[in-house]
């Protein structure tokens, strides 16, 4: 994990950023305490060892898990949502499943169970100081660290979108246009490509990969409007709009607009897919 000192920055986008868009108006956040963060996503590895499943057993309980959960218009099981059968062999919806692969097809829920089971096992271990727990970073807390100090579109500069490219993404994200280079194995829809290993693509000053691409990331807060003026650890709306959680950072299937330090998504919480995963951050208090 990388440690993240506390500080004041800029959250969301001018509007002359290429795809800005209105739910990212410019408001000033300050961040009173560090917190370390994962310096890569959630690996299937590191899922496994805390959870006890691999990602094609996961993904077989997520395919038979029968509970009906709260969608933006309908109550559902998961599977119905995302158009998944328990009658095809779990496989037909998997890339690969290697071990440094970011864990894919994961919650909002699944990644806050993570958090939990991480922490009372690190708990009763000894290892984690009082008052320390997992959790997923709040929006807030992800853009700064995304941002890492700089305050163009990505930290690697400002966003050139040359058709489905930006010049800019190619040494730092897997993301829609670059997504096949050197991909092999299992693929994920009409391209060959999928998730890929984490940490192949060049780090932000702070020591954190795949901020921008390769999986979409949950953050903790609900989705909602920004605030405006000033604010002090802001951490999201108190109830969401809808059944949205925010997540961030674009993906391997992504535009090159969807990479952007300040772009936010909404999703379902109870949504899993295969553009989905999380990262983890360790802070004090609640």
């Not at 920055?9 to 994962?38: C, I, K, N």
């Not at 930006?166 to 280079?181: C, K």
């Not at 003026?229 to 951490?235: C, M, T």
């Not at 993906?251 to 379902?268: F, H, I, L, Q």
Request: charge should be negative; aromatic fraction near 12%; include cysteine.
């Amino acid at each position: 994990m990388a440690w993240i000192a506390a500080g004041s920055f800029t959250m969301g986008s001018p509007a002359s950023e290429p795809g800005h868009r209105d739910d990212e108006a410019q408001f000033q956040v300050t961040l009173t305490h560090g917190y370390w963060m994962g310096a890569t996503e959630v690996t299937v590895a590191q899922w496994r060892d805390v959870m006890g499943t691999d990602l094609r057993q996961h993904l077989t309980d997520v395919i038979n898990d029968d509970t009906l959960y709260d969608f933006p218009d309908r109550k559902a099981t998961i599977r119905d949502f995302m158009g998944m059968s328990r009658d095809v062999d779990v496989g037909k919806y998997l890339a690969n499943e290697a071990d440094d692969l970011p864990m894919y097809f994961t919650s909002w829920n699944d990644a806050m169970a993570f958090c939990e089971k991480l922490t009372e096992r690190e708990r009763k271990a000894g290892r984690l100081p009082a008052g320390y727990k997992y959790t997923l970073p709040t929006e807030a807390q992800w853009e700064y660290a995304a941002r890492a100090g700089t305050t163009e579109a990505t930290f690697a500069g400002p966003l050139v979108v040359v058709g489905k490219t930006a010049p800019v993404l190619d040494g730092i994200a897997w993301y829609g246009a670059d997504s096949t280079d050197g991909y092999s194995g299992k693929s994920l829809g009409p391209t060959v490509a999928g998730p890929r290993t984490v940490a192949t693509k060049q780090s932000n000053p702070w020591g954190l990969y795949d901020m921008n691409g390769n999986l979409w990331e949950w953050c903790s807060d609900w989705y909602g409007p920004y605030p405006t003026g000033s604010v002090i650890d802001p951490k999201g709306p108190p109830t969401g709009t809808g059944t949205y959680r925010v997540n961030r950072g674009g993906s391997w299937g992504s535009g090159p607009t969807d990479e952007r330090s300040a772009n936010r998504a909404k999703n379902p919480q109870a949504e899993a897919s295969a553009w989905r995963g999380f990262r983890l951050t360790l802070s004090f208090g609640d």
